[in-house]
């Protein structure tokens, strides 16, 4: 049976490819026709049933079409549609003709004619959805040309009418995106009535049917975002949208409140049902607040976020949200937050709670209880309470933008936030902490909030633990119990998680030097000292008591009298606290010792600042003296560098400019000292071992110069340049020694020609900037590029040789921001000598810590390399989610590494780092001939390498042998 | 008029009608759920509850209200129990079993699943250690139970050809549903017990925009709105860290279900956050087993759990362990779950005399507790107690209150109405002074009626329920071509024949209604004279008249026939000399009855005379 039906298939085949065979002699379109659309016209010829077709258009659509074919291609597709029954092809070829008029380069006004001839004559009323959406493809393709634009908001307007709702959605979407923005031109265009666009749209608001509704909404908002002032007349229409059936139109129907809200924030409203009026945003906030309990989560969500952005609420209306008027048998009653206060200013915190404690106080007025249209209250109460994380998250997040701009408001938010920090889903926690580090700066926390805050030290949750310490960084605590509570809570997290260590110490050096005042009180038992006896010496290497050293030294550098509490040996420790934790220690000025440098003020510029003169200066210097005897220019560039690597480690905000700079008289050294090499004035062949010494200073070049290019974040194209310009040099430094060093002439062919197409790819992607290289190597080297390009190898050596001799030192421009990236290794210390044991072929989890500094685009870049004994190299990629933003400009890796090996005698050490990976061509800029279609010299583009990152650190593990 | 009966079911010791409606508790009352309502002609009872505080006759609804005489299957459509608590479902077996009923009863699977357990343990403790007599027995609970079919959520069930009901996620307890009633276009909501703010186990209650006829709502905190739940749990977490911290003992008496695994939901999650060592122990038994049906009813508990029991199911609990009664002795930090929740007997009871005498434990009463318990006793302020063998047993530990209820406060009520907008509200299983503010409030703000009924007493409600109309398509769209499209602002005049044939109701053009009826079609013609006084002769009377109508009536087609009569569409005029006075010409109009608009406007044209020839 199946061999008979392909039997006819086949048939059928063959009978239909006769057929076309005929057709095509007739057409005389083939012959004019490119090749595109005439393949397609054969295609849709053959097609015998609409399902054929069908295929041969899909099959069309996946290829893309040239610019220059694209009308031929529409034409034969417009002919097909006048001949074509079926709706599902004409549908296809309406979406077809869409696309087409999307692609790059081609005007779609002349197909506009026909798009809308075919829509007059249609009566399927999914192919009239799918020629207006084409339509609106056309439209968007010509923003400047209004009859268009007129003509098709003409054919939606007429077409608003239809009877089916994915019509009406069209034409509504139309109207939304082509509708005029002003009336005046329309004076042009006779015959076409000015049309009221948005009292069009706004007809619709109230269609039977929800998609249409919905698709008016956000006509309305695509005109609004269109830059098209919406009128205040909606807002009403809005509002009774807000009690829509179906919550798509609810949902949009908030967004468009809010956006006439923002517009007319000051024009007034009546309340309905009395006399009162109230500022618009006012009313449009009480009415978003009050979709924050709508049925469906979809508007609670969006609701909960729109409500963060409406800044100018009246502070009145803003407190509101978070009211919600107690009541117990219709009695006043306070909220758990009220009566804690309370407890709190009478002084008999944690007197503990009785029956009856939250008993109700006075009688309410019945009459004067509203429970539900009260507007804006409670609103947020119940946004951080609902169901959904997703509400919750929003509603936390709105809060956190309010306050930003409320104090007022931050400080009544402050107890709902503290109560987020319990939270049933991690996420949400996370988010209320963040957003209370956001709005410290608004706040002081009370005792019992600070309670609170310290309960979640416990988490057993790193991410939590670390967002608490920064929080508790930028706090700001009322008195001295709340310091005392937060350090005995921040050392028992420091028993329970030891490895907090590090976020501890710093948290507690923020926590001092932002309350010298309140530490003072506190030192004597802190320290443990007594007026009488000496105590014993505590234990230096416990990180309990360096916390507490490091809280005491941070609030005694603005705190004089501090030191005078001190005993010997803390006097003693701080020496050796300053010398082994000086980024947590500060200098102090303490009695009978002298300071040993002193700060730098702050209210200094950068351009007064001693030590940036001093960099400009030496740079400048080294600048200057440029054709100097070699051995002297050697010298002071040795010299510069050194002034520079030790300026950049003494000012830490000067480390970026200093090593970039000094990394960059580095490669220019190098070079010169290459070019000094004995090895040019003797023959070649005689001096194979000096050789090694210029081909090691060419590698090295080329490596410090990836560095420059990528280790370093605010680098911008002018100094791109100088560095390839370096590189180039370095290669053709690599040339010539190569050159010299072997015989033979036929390597050196490729080698020449791989060179010169560099230089012609430099001069392609730097185009722009060759005006600033004058005089320097590539420069003259691109003068006699169509020499060389002729000449032999040996020619071509001899030229480089000249040339890279008289070349000139390029003055490297210094960036605004320059910030080289780094990484530290947090864990594994590397301390251990218990080796990590696991048997071979199987697997162990080692846990990476990491911090990164001014790494770019850390989810691509950073990876970890694991080099094993036996010279075996893996390279891990941590995922995505590993990396984590505490900071701008700062990354934190943590992720697990997968070590694994076959069994070994003994324990040995694996080393662990993190690299850079880069790859040349994202940083280059693309020229016009790349992207044109031109290939792209394959030379440059494809480099990729990795940059060590991070120092290594080494893991003791111990693959043991499987037991059988 | 159709209408909607609805009559909460007092107490067994009616037939003493002597009590006034309020004492009897009932509509208005926390003690027991039983509610009749009768909607299109069907009879649902609405749960089937029992009276915890009655140890009688009366704990029991009054059946007997229901059908004087006749069997309660010919007269009850079908039983819905909306949970599984005793005062809603505590009637069931008795109801079933021993008055006698056979139709289908609908509940959740959750409910149908932890019902018999809990009327099973009710009826140990009635039977077995109270002695009781008279009361349904386990194989009645049994029995009673295959009658049961459970529903899903949000699946409609068809009770018959035209009753259907259908549940919504309710909150209070797991299982919980609200349900729908509906009989053709005439529907009830009632919503048992529910729960408007989300737990740490349960989500909240949720209703579409359904608009029932009458929302029949639960009131227990009409006048109450109630802080966050937030702080409550958190003070309680405190309480509890603080307490295993310094090495203290925590007991939480409770009961068996609910409350309780929503406190070992947040004391699990909570040690798990914290990474606590100290152990949990909850009371075997009743506890045990429930908490093996809330690990599989997953779909009907919060987002969380939902999401989270892929990896793991919240309620295997890690920390929480069984109890053992040799545990209460062993020394070092503990918290247990015990039963009951009042301290009024039982384990809970014997554990507290334990630790009662350390300043280090605590107890958290997590509930309300009934005068006359321990545990009220407690609560204010007595610290030494008289136990049975006139003991005194002196209270040194700490003592705290939390309450954790699962009720809709007054906000959450409004809320729940304004989601569904029903026509009505009516208000049961509240404290009717409680329940005349909520009704206040209601009426007030939703401008609907509102009531509350006392037990016994019932409320009608009359409908106007909507009849679907079916209207021929040919109508329709010649109806459609005359005018523009329809407008939903403005109704609009049809003209049509509406045939009634075996309760179906049609809307046909009136030639199509005759050819279906077999009839011939009847012309009815209005003719009138008017009285003109025109001294000129019939014909050119009849030319004024028509100059006459032309001018005025521009938008319809005035013609003047040759054979001298005038015709403005289908009207006729004609004109004829009086036969006794020549100066007064008689018009003649005539006009069928369709036109009967245009034919009186005519002739009060007419009356008014025609102007003076210029």
Same mark, same amino acid.
């Given at each position: 049976?199946?061999?008979?039906?392909?039997?006819?298939?086949?048939?059928?085949?063959?009978?239909?490819?006769?057929?076309?065979?005929?057709?095509?002699?007739?057409?005389?379109?083939?012959?004019?026709?490119?090749?595109?659309?005439?393949?397609?016209?054969?295609?849709?010829?053959?097609?015998?049933?609409?399902?054929?077709?069908?295929?041969?258009?899909?099959?069309?659509?996946?290829?893309?079409?040239?610019?220059?074919?694209?009308?031929?291609?529409?034409?034969?597709?417009?002919?097909?549609?006048?001949?074509?029954?079926?709706?599902?092809?004409?549908?296809?070829?309406?979406?077809?003709?869409?696309?087409?008029?999307?692609?790059?380069?081609?005007?779609?006004?002349?197909?506009?004619?026909?798009?809308?001839?075919?829509?007059?004559?249609?009566?399927?009323?999914?192919?009239?959805?799918?020629?207006?959406?084409?339509?609106?493809?056309?439209?968007?393709?010509?923003?400047?040309?209004?009859?268009?634009?007129?003509?098709?908001?003409?054919?939606?307007?007429?077409?608003?009418?239809?009877?089916?709702?994915?019509?009406?959605?069209?034409?509504?979407?139309?109207?939304?995106?082509?509708?005029?923005?002003?009336?005046?031109?329309?004076?042009?265009?006779?015959?076409?009535?000015?049309?009221?666009?948005?009292?069009?749209?706004?007809?619709?608001?109230?269609?039977?049917?929800?998609?249409?509704?919905?698709?008016?909404?956000?006509?309305?908002?695509?005109?609004?975002?269109?830059?098209?002032?919406?009128?205040?007349?909606?807002?009403?229409?809005?509002?009774?949208?807000?009690?829509?059936?179906?919550?798509?139109?609810?949902?949009?129907?908030?967004?468009?409140?809010?956006?006439?809200?923002?517009?007319?924030?000051?024009?007034?409203?009546?309340?309905?049902?009395?006399?009162?009026?109230?500022?618009?945003?006012?009313?449009?906030?009480?009415?978003?607040?009050?979709?924050?309990?709508?049925?469906?989560?979809?508007?609670?969500?969006?609701?909960?976020?729109?409500?963060?952005?409406?800044?100018?609420?009246?502070?009145?209306?803003?407190?509101?949200?978070?009211?919600?008027?107690?009541?117990?048998?219709?009695?006043?009653?306070?909220?758990?937050?009220?009566?804690?206060?309370?407890?709190?200013?009478?002084?008999?915190?944690?007197?503990?709670?009785?029956?009856?404690?939250?008993?109700?106080?006075?009688?309410?007025?019945?009459?004067?209880?509203?429970?539900?249209?009260?507007?804006?209250?409670?609103?947020?109460?119940?946004?951080?309470?609902?169901?959904?994380?997703?509400?919750?998250?929003?509603?936390?997040?709105?809060?956190?933008?309010?306050?930003?701009?409320?104090?007022?408001?931050?400080?009544?938010?402050?107890?709902?936030?503290?109560?987020?920090?319990?939270?049933?889903?991690?996420?949400?926690?996370?988010?209320?902490?963040?957003?209370?580090?956001?709005?410290?700066?608004?706040?002081?926390?009370?005792?019992?909030?600070?309670?609170?805050?310290?309960?979640?030290?416990?988490?057993?949750?790193?991410?939590?633990?670390?967002?608490?310490?920064?929080?508790?960084?930028?706090?700001?605590?009322?008195?001295?119990?709340?310091?005392?509570?937060?350090?005995?809570?921040?050392?028992?997290?420091?028993?329970?998680?030891?490895?907090?260590?590090?976020?501890?110490?710093?948290?507690?050096?923020?926590?001092?030097?932002?309350?010298?005042?309140?530490?003072?009180?506190?030192?004597?038992?802190?320290?443990?000292?007594?007026?009488?006896?000496?105590?014993?010496?505590?234990?230096?290497?416990?990180?309990?008591?360096?916390?507490?050293?490091?809280?005491?030294?941070?609030?005694?550098?603005?705190?004089?009298?501090?030191?005078?509490?001190?005993?010997?040996?803390?006097?003693?420790?701080?020496?050796?606290?300053?010398?082994?934790?000086?980024?947590?220690?500060?200098?102090?000025?303490?009695?009978?010792?002298?300071?040993?440098?002193?700060?730098?003020?702050?209210?200094?510029?950068?351009?007064?600042?001693?030590?940036?003169?001093?960099?400009?200066?030496?740079?400048?210097?080294?600048?200057?003296?440029?054709?100097?005897?070699?051995?002297?220019?050697?010298?002071?560039?040795?010299?510069?560098?050194?002034?520079?690597?030790?300026?950049?480690?003494?000012?830490?905000?000067?480390?970026?400019?200093?090593?970039?700079?000094?990394?960059?008289?580095?490669?220019?050294?190098?070079?010169?000292?290459?070019?000094?090499?004995?090895?040019?004035?003797?023959?070649?062949?005689?001096?194979?071992?000096?050789?090694?010494?210029?081909?090691?200073?060419?590698?090295?070049?080329?490596?410090?110069?990836?560095?420059?290019?990528?280790?370093?974040?605010?680098?911008?194209?002018?100094?791109?340049?100088?560095?390839?310009?370096?590189?180039?040099?370095?290669?053709?430094?690599?040339?010539?020694?190569?050159?010299?060093?072997?015989?033979?002439?036929?390597?050196?062919?490729?080698?020449?020609?791989?060179?010169?197409?560099?230089?012609?790819?430099?001069?392609?992607?730097?185009?722009?900037?060759?005006?600033?290289?004058?005089?320097?190597?590539?420069?003259?080297?691109?003068?006699?590029?169509?020499?060389?390009?002729?000449?032999?190898?040996?020619?071509?050596?001899?030229?480089?040789?000249?040339?890279?001799?008289?070349?000139?030192?390029?003055?490297?421009?210094?960036?605004?921001?320059?910030?080289?990236?780094?990484?530290?290794?947090?864990?594994?210390?590397?301390?251990?000598?218990?080796?990590?044991?696991?048997?071979?072929?199987?697997?162990?989890?080692?846990?990476?810590?990491?911090?990164?500094?001014?790494?770019?685009?850390?989810?691509?870049?950073?990876?970890?390399?694991?080099?094993?004994?036996?010279?075996?190299?893996?390279?891990?990629?941590?995922?995505?989610?590993?990396?984590?933003?505490?900071?701008?400009?700062?990354?934190?890796?943590?992720?697990?590494?997968?070590?694994?090996?076959?069994?070994?005698?003994?324990?040995?050490?694996?080393?662990?780092?993190?690299?850079?990976?880069?790859?040349?061509?994202?940083?280059?800029?693309?020229?016009?001939?790349?992207?044109?279609?031109?290939?792209?010299?394959?030379?440059?583009?494809?480099? /990729?390498?990795?940059?060590?990152?991070?120092?290594?650190?080494?893991?003791?593990?111990?693959?043991?042998?499987?037991?059988? | 008029?159709?209408?909607?009966?609805?009559?909460?079911?007092?107490?067994?010791?009616?037939?003493?009608?002597?009590?006034?409606?309020?004492?009897?508790?009932?509509?208005?009352?926390?003690?027991?759920?039983?509610?009749?309502?009768?909607?299109?002609?069907?009879?649902?009872?609405?749960?089937?509850?029992?009276?915890?505080?009655?140890?009688?006759?009366?704990?029991?609804?009054?059946?007997?209200?229901?059908?004087?005489?006749?069997?309660?299957?010919?007269?009850?459509?079908?039983?819905?129990?909306?949970?599984?608590?005793?005062?809603?479902?505590?009637?069931?077996?008795?109801?079933?079993?021993?008055?006698?009923?056979?139709?289908?009863?609908?509940?959740?699977?959750?409910?149908?699943?932890?019902?018999?357990?809990?009327?099973?343990?009710?009826?140990?403790?009635?039977?077995?250690?109270?002695? /009781?007599?008279?009361?349904?027995?386990?194989?009645?609970?049994?029995?009673?139970?295959?009658?049961?079919?459970?529903?899903?959520?949000?699946?409609?069930?068809?009770?018959?050809?035209?009753?259907?009901?259908?549940?919504?996620?309710?909150?209070?307890?797991?299982?919980?549903?609200?349900?729908?009633?509906?009989?053709?276009?005439?529907?009830?909501?009632?919503?048992?017990?529910?729960?408007?703010?989300?737990?740490?186990?349960?989500?909240?209650?949720?209703?579409?925009?359904?608009?029932?006829?009458?929302?029949?709502?639960?009131?227990?905190?009409?006048?109450?709105?109630?802080?966050?739940?937030?702080?409550?749990?958190?003070?309680?977490?405190?309480?509890?860290?603080?307490?295993?911290?310094?090495?203290?003992?925590?007991?939480?008496?409770?009961?068996?279900?609910?409350?309780?695994?929503?406190?070992?939901?947040?004391? /699990?999650?909570?040690?798990?956050?914290?990474?606590?060592?100290?152990?949990?122990?909850?009371?075997?038994?009743?506890?045990?087993?429930?908490?093996?049906?809330?690990?599989?009813?997953?779909?009907?508990?919060?987002?969380?759990?939902?999401?989270?029991?892929?990896?793991?199911?919240?309620?295997?609990?890690?920390?929480?362990?069984?109890?053992?009664?040799?545990?209460?002795?062993?020394?070092?930090?503990?918290?247990?779950?015990?039963?009951?929740?009042?301290?009024?007997?039982?384990?809970?009871?014997?554990?507290?005399?334990?630790?009662?005498?350390?300043?280090?434990?605590?107890?958290?009463?997590?509930?309300?507790?009934?005068?006359?318990?321990?545990?009220?006793?407690?609560?204010?302020?007595?610290?030494?107690?008289?136990?049975?063998?006139?003991?005194?047993?002196?209270?040194?530990?700490?003592?705290?209150?939390?309450?954790?209820?699962?009720?809709?406060?007054?906000?959450?009520?409004?809320?729940?109405?304004?989601?569904?907008?029903?026509?009505?509200?009516?208000?049961?299983?509240?404290?009717?002074?409680?329940?005349?503010?909520?009704?206040?409030?209601?009426?007030?703000?939703?401008?609907?009626?509102?009531?509350?009924?006392?037990?016994?007493?019932?409320?009608?409600?009359?409908?106007?329920?909507?009849?679907?109309?079916?209207?021929?398509?040919?109508?329709?769209?010649?109806?459609?071509?005359?005018?523009?499209?329809?407008?939903?602002?403005?109704?609009?005049?049809?003209?049509?024949?509406?045939?009634?044939?075996?309760?179906?109701?049609?809307?046909?053009?009136?030639?199509?209604?005759?050819?279906?009826?077999?009839?011939?079609?009847?012309?009815?013609?209005?003719?009138?004279?008017?009285?003109?006084?025109?001294?000129?002769?019939?014909?050119?009377?009849?030319?004024?008249?028509?100059?006459?109508?032309?001018?005025?009536?521009?938008?319809?087609?005035?013609?003047?026939?040759?054979?001298?009569?005038?015709?403005?569409?289908?009207?006729?005029?004609?004109?004829?000399?009086?036969?006794?006075?020549?100066?007064?010409?008689?018009?003649?109009?005539?006009?069928?009855?369709?036109?009967?608009?245009?034919?009186?406007?005519?002739?009060?044209?007419?009356?008014?005379?025609?102007?003076?020839?210029?």
């Amino acid at each position: 049976m199946a061999a008979h039906l392909k039997k006819r298939v086949y048939e059928e085949f063959t009978k239909v490819v006769q057929q076309q065979q005929e057709e095509i002699a007739t057409k005389k379109l083939r012959l004019t026709k490119p090749s595109k659309s005439a393949a397609l016209h054969i295609d849709l010829c053959k097609a015998t049933s609409p399902a054929d077709a069908l295929q041969y258009l899909l099959q069309f659509a996946r290829k893309p079409v040239e610019a220059e074919s694209v009308e031929g291609v529409v034409r034969i597709l417009l002919e097909h549609y006048y001949k074509e029954n079926d709706p599902s092809v004409r549908l296809k070829i309406a979406s077809l003709l869409g696309l087409l008029s999307k692609t790059a380069g081609f005007s779609p006004d002349c197909i506009m004619d026909d798009a809308i001839n075919i829509l007059q004559n249609e009566k399927s009323h999914q192919v009239l959805a799918q020629l207006l959406d084409t339509l609106l493809a056309i439209g968007t393709k010509l923003p400047e040309n209004q009859a268009i634009q007129m003509r098709l908001v003409d054919v939606a307007c007429k077409h608003l009418t239809d009877t089916s709702h994915g019509v009406r959605n069209k034409c509504l979407q139309l109207l939304g995106n082509l509708g005029s923005l002003e009336k005046s031109v329309a004076k042009d265009t006779e015959g076409l009535a000015i049309r009221d666009v948005q009292k069009i749209i706004g007809d619709y608001f109230s269609d039977q049917d929800p998609r249409v509704r919905t698709a008016a909404i956000k006509a309305m908002l695509q005109l609004h975002e269109r830059g098209l002032k919406l009128h205040q007349t909606i807002y009403n229409q809005a509002c009774k949208l807000l009690s829509d059936d179906y919550e798509q139109v609810r949902s949009a129907a908030v967004q468009l409140i809010w956006v006439v809200s923002q517009l007319y924030p000051e024009s007034i409203v009546p309340i309905p049902s009395s006399n009162e009026e109230i500022r618009l945003v006012d009313d449009a906030f009480g009415k978003i607040c009050h979709m924050v309990s709508d049925g469906s989560w979809v508007v609670r969500v969006q609701a909960a976020k729109l409500l963060g952005s409406m800044e100018q609420v009246s502070s009145h209306f803003l407190e509101q949200t978070l009211d919600k008027k107690l009541m117990s048998d219709l009695r006043r009653k306070r909220t758990a937050h009220e009566r804690a206060k309370e407890l709190y200013s009478s002084g008999e915190f944690s007197s503990g709670r009785k029956w009856g404690d939250d008993a109700p106080k006075e009688e309410i007025d019945t009459g004067a209880v509203n429970l539900i249209e009260s507007g804006a209250c409670g609103a947020f109460v119940h946004g951080l309470e609902d169901e959904m994380y997703e509400v919750r998250i929003a509603a936390v997040e709105a809060l956190c933008m309010l306050a930003q701009s409320s104090p007022s408001f931050a400080e009544k938010c402050l107890d709902f936030l503290v109560d987020m920090f319990n939270d049933e889903i991690e996420e949400v926690r996370l988010q209320s902490i963040h957003t209370m580090r956001k709005i410290s700066n608004n706040i002081t926390l009370r005792e019992d909030q600070l309670d609170t805050v310290l309960a979640v030290l416990e988490d057993s949750s790193r991410d939590i633990r670390e967002a608490l310490h920064e929080l508790l960084c930028c706090t700001n605590v009322s008195t001295k119990e709340g310091i005392h509570l937060a350090l005995v809570e921040l050392l028992k997290n420091l028993t329970k998680y030891p490895t907090d260590r590090d976020s501890i110490w710093k948290c507690l050096k923020f926590l001092g030097s932002r309350h010298p005042t309140l530490v003072l009180p506190l030192v004597p038992e802190l320290l443990s000292t007594h007026p009488f006896f000496d105590t014993a010496e505590p234990d230096m290497d416990d990180p309990a008591y360096i916390a507490v050293l490091v809280l005491i030294f941070n609030a005694a550098k603005t705190c004089p009298t501090m030191p005078a509490l001190f005993s010997d040996h803390t006097f003693r420790h701080y020496a050796y606290l300053r010398d082994s934790l000086s980024h947590l220690v500060p200098a102090l000025r303490l009695p009978g010792r002298k300071l040993v440098s002193s700060a730098v003020s702050p209210n200094i510029t950068p351009q007064e600042d001693p030590s940036h003169q001093f960099l400009q200066q030496s740079l400048e210097r080294v600048y200057s003296l440029q054709h100097l005897d070699p051995q002297g220019t050697q010298e002071l560039l040795e010299f510069t560098i050194r002034d520079l690597q030790r300026l950049g480690e003494l000012q830490c905000e000067l480390a970026g400019v200093a090593d970039f700079s000094a990394t960059y008289l580095r490669c220019q050294l190098l070079l010169i000292k290459a070019l000094q090499e004995k090895l040019w004035n003797v023959a070649a062949p005689l001096y194979l071992k000096q050789s090694d010494l210029a081909l090691a200073a060419a590698k090295q070049i080329m490596e410090e110069t990836y560095k420059m290019e990528f280790m370093y974040s605010g680098v911008e194209n002018k100094q791109v340049v100088i560095i390839h310009h370096m590189r180039l040099q370095a290669k053709a430094l690599q040339l010539i020694v190569t050159a010299r060093t072997t015989r033979g002439v036929d390597p050196l062919f490729g080698m020449c020609e791989k060179f010169l197409q560099e230089v012609d790819f430099f001069q392609r992607c730097f185009i722009a900037d060759l005006p600033h290289l004058q005089d320097s190597f590539v420069d003259k080297l691109l003068d006699l590029m169509p020499r060389l390009m002729t000449a032999k190898p040996a020619e071509v050596v001899k030229i480089l040789q000249t040339m890279l001799r008289q070349s000139t030192f390029l003055h490297l421009p210094l960036p605004e921001q320059i910030h080289k990236a780094s990484a530290t290794i947090i864990e594994p210390a590397g301390e251990s000598d218990n080796p990590l044991r696991f048997t071979s072929g199987l697997v162990v989890a080692l846990d990476v810590d990491a911090t990164l500094e001014h790494v770019q685009d850390p989810q691509n870049t950073v990876k970890v390399q694991v080099l094993y004994p036996d010279g075996q190299a893996q390279m891990i990629h941590p995922k995505p989610a590993d990396f984590r933003n505490p900071g701008p400009g700062r990354h934190r890796l943590i992720t697990q590494v997968y070590l694994s090996h076959t069994a070994w005698t003994e324990p040995c050490q694996v080393e662990v780092r993190l690299l850079l990976a880069y790859n040349s061509s994202s940083r280059i800029p693309k020229s016009p001939w790349i992207e044109g279609g031109e290939m792209a010299p394959q030379v440059e583009t494809s480099i /990729e390498g990795t940059i060590p990152l991070s120092k290594s650190v080494k893991v003791y593990i111990m693959p043991k042998p499987a037991r059988r | 008029m159709p209408e909607i009966r609805v009559t909460p079911l007092g107490a067994a010791e009616a037939g003493s009608t002597s009590h006034p409606p309020s004492c009897s508790g009932a509509g208005q009352d926390v003690g027991r759920s039983c509610i009749l309502v009768s909607i299109g002609g069907k009879n649902v009872m609405l749960d089937c509850g029992m009276h915890m505080g009655f140890s009688d006759d009366r704990r029991f609804p009054d059946f007997s209200y229901i059908t004087r005489n006749g069997r309660l299957t010919d007269f009850l459509d079908c039983v819905i129990i909306s949970h599984f608590h005793l005062d809603h479902c505590g009637a069931l077996p008795y109801f079933s079993e021993m008055v006698g009923y056979d139709g289908p009863i609908y509940m959740t699977q959750p409910t149908q699943a932890i019902c018999p357990i809990l009327l099973e343990d009710y009826r140990k403790i009635a039977v077995d250690k109270k002695g /009781e007599a008279n009361f349904f027995t386990s194989q009645m609970i049994k029995d009673c139970m295959k009658k049961v079919v459970a529903v899903h959520l949000h699946q409609t069930v068809q009770v018959d050809d035209e009753l259907e009901i259908k549940a919504y996620y309710a909150g209070h307890v797991l299982g919980a549903a609200m349900f729908q009633i509906k009989v053709g276009s005439e529907s009830v909501v009632y919503t048992g017990d529910y729960n408007m703010t989300p737990d740490r186990h349960l989500g909240a209650a949720w209703i579409d925009k359904c608009r029932p006829n009458l929302l029949i709502t639960e009131s227990t905190y009409a006048t109450t709105i109630r802080d966050s739940k937030r702080c409550r749990e958190r003070d309680f977490l405190k309480k509890v860290h603080e307490t295993v911290e310094r090495g203290g003992k925590v007991l939480i008496p409770v009961f068996a279900l609910g409350r309780a695994q929503e406190l070992c939901i947040l004391l /699990e999650t909570f040690w798990e956050r914290m990474d606590l060592k100290a152990p949990i122990y909850f009371s075997t038994g009743l506890t045990e087993k429930a908490n093996h049906y809330y690990k599989l009813f997953i779909p009907w508990t919060n987002q969380k759990i939902r999401k989270t029991f892929v990896q793991r199911n919240m309620f295997e609990f890690k920390h929480i362990k069984a109890f053992d009664r040799a545990f209460a002795d062993s020394p070092g930090p503990m918290v247990v779950f015990a039963t009951p929740g009042m301290l009024h007997a039982g384990q809970s009871l014997q554990i507290f005399r334990k630790w009662a005498g350390s300043e280090r434990n605590m107890v958290i009463m997590p509930g309300y507790c009934v005068q006359g318990t321990v545990g009220h006793k407690i609560l204010s302020g007595q610290r030494k107690l008289e136990m049975e063998g006139r003991q005194v047993l002196e209270v040194k530990m700490q003592v705290e209150y939390m309450s954790f209820s699962a009720h809709a406060d007054a906000k959450g009520i409004m809320q729940l109405v304004g989601q569904a907008e029903p026509e009505n509200v009516l208000l049961v299983h509240g404290e009717a002074k409680k329940m005349e503010f909520l009704k206040q409030k209601i009426e007030q703000e939703f401008r609907v009626s509102c009531y509350m009924p006392a037990n016994g007493e019932t409320v009608t409600l009359s409908t106007s329920p909507s009849i679907p109309v079916g209207i021929s398509l040919g109508l329709l769209k010649r109806e459609m071509a005359q005018g523009l499209l329809p407008d939903a602002k403005k109704p609009r005049l049809l003209h049509g024949t509406l045939i009634m044939k075996d309760s179906n109701f049609r809307l046909v053009s009136s030639e199509q209604a005759l050819k279906e009826l077999g009839l011939s079609e009847h012309q009815l013609r209005f003719t009138c004279r008017v009285h003109l006084h025109d001294t000129r002769k019939e014909q050119e009377t009849a030319l004024r008249v028509y100059s006459h109508l032309k001018s005025v009536l521009k938008d319809h087609c005035v013609q003047h026939l040759p054979d001298g009569s005038v015709t403005v569409e289908s009207i006729l005029i004609q004109a004829a000399a009086h036969s006794e006075d020549p100066s007064t010409k008689v018009l003649l109009v005539s006009w069928t009855y369709q036109d009967e608009e245009l034919g009186s406007y005519l002739t009060s044209l007419l009356k008014k005379g025609l102007p003076q020839a210029s």
